[in-house]
């Protein structure tokens, strides 16, 4: 929570893409430390650090996808969006529950942190230009170069009314 509250920083933020994966790699470390954990204490430090990372990963997934979606579709984004983030965690409960009867509590714990920190190691190989995501290819309000005034936005060329989230190519 002390994350959330304290996330104004991420708006000087350029590369997003970048704090996304280190904040999923964090959050994938700090649960993986706690599997490994036996004072309860401990424990909630690990998940204190990873509650935090998951702040900081949301708020940025969040910005990136409002940014680079085109204003007709944001509905539609925001929708499918909602989906994914609210099913993934079954997916880590179902892994941890098989796992963690199988094996062991800790076991679950451990192997929950560690695939979530290859999963995001497999994002970068695979989609890499989620971790080169620059908001500052994107213009917004105060940002991205000004146009005279009668030009087509960005995207109109496209078909797109309002393509505000398209990047400006300015030649001269």
Request: net charge positive; with cysteine; aromatic share 6%.
């Amino acid at each position: 929570m002390v994350a959330a509250l304290t996330s104004g920083w991420l708006a000087r933020v350029r590369r997003l893409g970048r704090v996304v994966v280190w904040a999923v790699l964090c959050w994938g470390g700090a649960i993986a430390l706690a599997g490994t954990m036996s004072a309860f204490a401990d424990v909630l430090v690990c998940f204190a650090v990873a509650g935090a990372a998951d702040s900081v990963s949301a708020v940025c997934r969040s910005t990136i996808v409002q940014t680079v979606t085109t204003e007709e579709m944001r509905g539609r984004m925001s929708a499918l969006y909602i989906m994914v983030v609210g099913s993934g965690p079954y997916l880590g409960d179902a892994q941890a529950g098989a796992l963690g009867s199988l094996l062991s509590r800790r076991v679950a714990v451990f192997s929950g942190g560690v695939l979530s920190m290859v999963g995001a190691v497999l994002v970068v190989v695979l989609c890499p230009a989620l971790y080169r995501f620059d908001s500052d290819d994107y213009p917004g309000p105060g940002k991205g170069p000004s146009r005279p005034a009668g030009d087509a936005p960005a995207g109109a060329a496209h078909g797109r009314k309002g393509a505000a989230a398209d990047p400006v190519e300015v030649t001269d």
